[in-house]
């Protein structure tokens, strides 16, 4: 029953307001890097569901396959898009075939990312190579040439805003020892992000910063042994967030109403301090 206490004139809440106000995404098209596993597979799933039409971008076909197919079945329209992201023309060409398969792009998720940690003093140089090539200049490939393209959302689509949502990590606010360049590519993705924002936020072109704590994907498997015994101590008794959780963060950034842009989101399971 309703307390007519809680509403009184200096609060004139209309409790019709508080229905959700997300925006459909039907008609939409999403490209998602780093769609065969964790973080990235959740998103599009769940943009997917939520009616986009998803272009999933990673090197590992077979899993993108999988994706799709559980995707179609659900019935969404998904494409498979074998792309090492590193490599500019296939970051490039990946968003060329989305736009020439699906005729636009409204959503680019800007997830691939590699996280190889351990103290800079003897560190394998490319390990280093490899979180700059992908972290950094991936993330930029695939947003240069997406930018023309959800401006032009922004500007005809039916929806008239547009979303690039780029996947940092808590990471990207906080260094510590053992995660020098990691940090360093996160932090440069947060000054980035920040910057564009800027830039094309009058276009209505959305920029979002997401910065995940601890999510149990296959992230930590290509740590080296040594680094991750070494790690284990810090996230020791926390339950982790599940991709999914993730997924839900960015389903609710993209789907804002035009006039709301969701900018940065620091999310981190309960337990971790
Ligand atoms: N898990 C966490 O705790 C956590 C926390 C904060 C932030 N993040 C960030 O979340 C993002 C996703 O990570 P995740 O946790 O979901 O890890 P993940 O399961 O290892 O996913 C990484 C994805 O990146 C793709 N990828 C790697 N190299 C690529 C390349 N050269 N070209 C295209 N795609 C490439 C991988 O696919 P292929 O190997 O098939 O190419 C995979 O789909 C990353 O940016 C990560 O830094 C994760």
Redesign the pocket.
């Known amino acids: 029953m309703t307390n007519p206490e809680l509403f009184d004139e200096s609060s004139p809440v209309d409790v019709a307001d508080a229905m959700p106000s997300a925006t459909p995404l039907e008609g939409t098209v999403a490209m998602v890097?780093?769609?065969?596993?964790?973080?990235?597979?959740?998103t599009a799933a769940a943009l997917a569901v939520r009616g986009a039409r998803v272009a999933l971008?990673?090197?590992?076909k077979d899993?993108?396959e999988e994706l799709a197919a559980a995707i179609r079945e659900r019935g969404g329209t998904a494409l498979v898009l074998e792309?090492?992201?590193?490599?500019e023309q296939?970051a490039t060409d990946a968003v060329e075939r989305t736009v020439a398969e699906f005729g636009r792009l409204d959503t680019l998720v800007n997830?691939?990312?590699?996280?190889l940690l351990g103290p800079a003093v003897g560190a394998p140089l490319t390990e280093w190579q490899r979180m700059v090539?992908?972290?950094v200049l991936?993330l930029l490939y695939c947003a240069h040439a997406s930018l023309p393209h959800l401006l032009k959302a922004a500007e005809d689509g039916p929806r008239r805003v547009a979303d690039m949502v780029n996947?940092?990590?808590?990471?990207g606010r906080v260094a510590r020892a053992g995660r020098g360049v990691?940090n360093l590519t996160?932090h440069g993705v947060g000054a980035f992000s920040e910057a564009l924002r800027q830039e094309v936020t009058r276009q209505h072109v959305r920029v979002s910063l997401v910065?995940?704590?601890?999510?149990?994907?296959?992230?930590?498997?290509?740590v080296r042994p040594e680094v991750v015994a070494a790690l284990q101590g810090q996230v020791a008794g926390v339950q982790?967030?599940q991709?999914g959780d993730?997924a839900d963060a960015i389903v609710y950034i993209v789907t804002r109403p035009r006039h709301v842009a969701v900018n940065e989101m620091l999310i981190r399971p309960t337990e971790q301090e």
């Open positions: 890097t780093g769609a065969s596993s964790g973080i990235g597979a959740a971008v990673a090197r590992r899993r993108l792309s090492d992201i590193t490599e296939q997830n691939a990312g590699v996280m090539e992908l972290n991936g996947v940092s990590s808590v990471a990691y996160k910065e995940p704590g601890a999510v149990a994907t296959e992230l930590v498997t290509h982790p967030m991709a993730i």
